[in-house]
Antibody, heavy 124, light 108 residues
């Protein structure tokens, strides 16, 4: 079974750094893109970016470029989303999801499956 | 960037009724690369439809997707109690991939 398991909820102060994780299992981790999606409280889904763990090729939404860093460690089948200096406006649920497509390794694909989400709360 | 606009914002229907959800793109979606997701409160989104008319594994056949170019539709033929949720469309044909703002299907 393909599964993505995310790290637990975090409570941080503005200005602090943070790295959350997403561990894949049940498939060849290096052969599929993994994406990150933000959902602010009571709001819709926002596509943040994707990474190909095989070579760490990364794509960012212009809205998130420079605000976050997406990375991956293929040796432990884990993708990461990190902030160097959190803001209150980063408070949200963050989901990782595998990019699935008809051709293995194609970045143009739909998200399936999704991780369970990591709630990040930033408050002074 | 392709902007996806979903309508209506909220759909109030009764179990057994037919639901028709619209997703309109600001420009043509390459290869009609569009997907639909369902999200229930407190849960992660779940894939329903991709490509834009292929059902994901395990999705009941009362869910169907159609459309091409800039206009796409998700149809739920007969609403079951478990179908009341928020539905999102997403295009993955042109970077950056984008989501619509969602349609909430609620019990009338």
């Amino acid at each position: 079974e393909v599964q993505l398991v995310q790290s637990g909820a975090e409570v941080k102060k503005p200005g602090e750094s943070l790295k959350i994780s997403c561990k894949g299992s049940g498939y060849r981790f290096t052969s599929s893109w993994i994406g990150w999606v933000r959902q602010m409280p009571g709001k819709g889904l926002e596509w943040m970016g994707i990474i190909y763990p095989g070579d760490s090729d990364t794509r960012y939404s212009p809205s998130f470029q420079g605000q976050v860093t997406i990375s991956a460690d293929k040796s432990i089948s884990t993708a990461y989303l990190q902030w160097s200096s959190l803001k209150a406006s980063d408070t949200a649920m963050y989901y990782c999801a595998r990019v699935t497509s008809l051709r293995s390794g194609n970045e143009r694909g739909w998200f399936d499956p999704w991780g369970q989400g990591t709630l990040v709360t930033v408050s002074s | 960037e392709i902007v996806l606009t979903q309508s209506p914002g909220t759909l109030s229907l009764s179990p057994g009724e037919r639901a028709t959800l619209s997703c309109r793109a600001s420009q043509s979606v390459p290869s009609s690369y569009l997907a639909w997701y369902q999200q229930k409160p407190g849960q992660a989104p779940r894939l329903l439809i991709y490509g834009p008319s292929s059902r994901a594994t395990g999705i009941p056949d009362r869910f169907s997707g159609s459309g091409s170019g800039t206009d796409f539709t998700l149809t739920i033929s007969r609403l079951e109690p478990e179908d009341f949720a928020v539905y999102y469309c997403q295009q993955y044909g042109s970077s950056p991939w984008t989501f619509g703002q969602g349609t909430k299907v609620e019990v009338k």
